[in-house]
C-alpha cells in the first residue's frame, strides 16, 4: 500500500471518525485534530501525484470555505471547531466536490438537529444519567454536535473525490 493510499483509505477516515466522536463526547473539535486533517493533505498531495495547480485549487477551496464557514461562526450559527473542521475537510475534496460536500453535511446537520431536539424533549433513559456527554447533549442550552454530520458528510463524498480515481491508476 502506497503513502498516498494509507493517508486516503485510512489516516482521513480515522481523523473524520475522531473528530465526530470527540464533538460528540466533548462538544468541541481539537485544533490538533484539524491540524492533523491539514498535515494529512500536505503529505497525500504530492504522494497522490498532485500538480502545483492542482494543490493551489484545493487550498483554494479550503481558504473559500474557511471563510465562509467563519463567518458562520461570527454569527453563532456553528462552532469554530466545525468552521475549522469543514475547512481541512474541504482542502481534501477540492472544488470539484465541495458543493456535494456542503449539501450532505447540511441534510445530515438538520436529520442531526432534529433528532437532537426531539431526544431532548424525552427524559432521558436512567442509564444515560451518569454519563456526562449524555446529559450535556441532552440538556437545551447545549448546542449540537454539527462535527458529526460534517465528518460523516466527508466519508460519504470521499470515494467521489478525484483522489480515488488517481488511486486506482497507481
Known amino acids: 500500500m502506497s503513502a498516498a ?19 460528540l463526547l466533548t462538544m468541541r473539535i481539537s ?39 467563519f463567518a458562520m461562526f461570527a454569527r453563532g450559527w456553528v462552532g469554530g471547531g466545525d468552521a475549522k473542521l469543514a475547512a481541512a475537510t474541504a482542502l481534501w475534496l477540492g472544488f470539484g466536490s465541495l458543493i456535494e460536500y456542503v449539501v450532505v453535511a447540511s441534510i445530515l446537520g438538520g436529520l442531526l438537529t432534529l433528532a437532537i431536539l426531539y431526544a431532548r424533549t424525552l427524559p432521558m433513559p436512567a442509564l444515560t444519567v451518569r454519563l456526562p456527554f449524555a446529559v450535556r447533549l441532552h440538556d437545551m442550552k447545549t448546542g449540537i454536535p454539527y462535527g458529526i454530520a460534517l ?13 480515488w480515481e488517481r488511486l486506482a491508476l497507481m
Not at 13 to 20: G, S, T, W
Not at 38 to 60: K, N
Not at 151 to 163: C, D, H, Q
Open 5 to 23: 493510499h494509507l493517508l486516503l483509505c485510512v489516516v482521513f477516515p480515522f481523523l473524520m471518525a475522531y473528530a465526530a466522536a470527540s464533538d
Open 31 to 69: 485544533n490538533r485534530v484539524t491540524g492533523l486533517v491539514v498535515a494529512g493533505f500536505a503529505l497525500y498531495a504530492p504522494a497522490s501525484g498532485m500538480g502545483f495547480e492542482e494543490i493551489g485549487l484545493h487550498l483554494a477551496a479550503g481558504a473559500l470555505t474557511l471563510v465562509v464557514t
Open 151 to 163: 465528518a460523516a458528510a466527508a466519508l460519504i463524498v470521499m470515494p467521489s473525490a478525484v483522489g
